[in-house]
């Protein structure tokens, strides 16, 4: 059965070389075809490649809020770029090399920042769009940081404990040189978690000499477990986020989270964080798709019963076989089995896309049932995708803003560190709270500003941050 769309679309042999079936091009696309930038940082003109798409959305406000050329070419390349090998010993005894990342894409705001992803799938490029959306990410939400991002190319889901161990540690030995508690500081994403984080802090604590204490060289990561310096909520954040955003500006659309149908792509955490707290404030989960199938149920999923089925067998398939409900609820009662083209067509108000890049091509697009795309996942959708959906008029609360929350609560655990305190559950709720709606402000600013769409919107907030502290730092020498 037809599942989850892989990233780029692969697996339905959708891939980035079919062409959009609707005429026209979107306003990055045409980006691509005419700026220079292009050609001066050396980038390929390929609408398909997710960093050159990247950099696409990012000319393109950067010529709304006319954005400095030397800006926009330092932001249109990476600082740095890191790949490692590295051999791991698997349990059979046997050796096999692995390939990392960290690329630090800019630190005009602060220290690198963003997290490390373990999965079979990453390769550059990713990596590169991924660290860039940090750089976005952080001055959107003004946070003092700047954006990188890494991983390592390896199935988490199919190694065990001791050996993702392994591999995390190598992976940190490998690159501690380039990362530091106030340089660059990684968390989890795609296939890491709190554990990952515990055993990289672990090793780089190990490996870094000096004579300051362990919790400062813990700062080194964010997302760890509470145990070792993690924030309370740290967990939820980014699931909290797309919350706070969606209740921030579903109401100017005419949707009450109470009582509204949404749908999820992936859950893992942040798909299921975002079900559960919607679940809790009265929204209604109808559908669920994620790499093992579909699952659709008009009367109500119960998130909260669904969960806990993932966590034990690792995805939603079989829990319409009777997984049940936790809260007895009628009409909660499991789900029927759907395919990917059934799941798309469920109409729902929200869509949270909370998954891999790049899902919702053309094809998905023409066929999504959904006044809003909440966009859990970083880049969900294609150009092409994206101008689908725009002209069908689906609305679009974009990445940086509405998964900003994890990095919000990064930046928390970060500043508890730094300062040896702890906040309560409360108090991160509220600020975190504060920062989203605070954030989603200037978006809305910005959309009136300059006329635009969501996403353009909220690069151009976010751009014109990076823009002023460039202008009063200036370039070297
Ligand atoms: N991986 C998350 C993101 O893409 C969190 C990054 C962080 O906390 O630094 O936003």
Redesign the pocket.
Known sequence: MSTLTTKKGAKNGQGPSKKPASAGKSAAENVINRSTIFDEVGLPRDADNLYTQTVATMLQASELIGLPHEVKIILAQPKNEIMVHFPVRLDNGEYKLFKGYRVQHNNALGPY???L?FHHDVHLDDVKS?AF??TM?CALMKLP?GGG?GGVKCDPRSMSSNELMRVTRRFCAAISHAIGPDYD??????GTNAQVMAWFADTYDSLTDSNRSTWDAFRVV??KPVEVGGSLGREKA?GQGVVDVCAELLPELGINIKGMKFSVIGYGNVGSWTARIFHDMGAKLVAVMDHTGGIRNDGGIDAHALASHVSKVGGVAGFEKGAGSSSGKKGSQGATRISAEEFYKTPVDVLVPAALEQMIQTEQANIINAKVIAEGA?APSTPAGDRVLESRGVEIFPAILA??G??T??YFEWVQNKSCTSWSAEKVDTELNRMMVAAAGRTKAARSKYKCDMRTAAYCAALETVGKAYAVRGIFP
């Open positions: 920042k963003g997290g992803r991924l959306l940090m990410k940081f991002k500081i990684p968390a989890p994403d795609v964010t997302g980014t970083n998964n900003a994890g990095v609560v990064s």
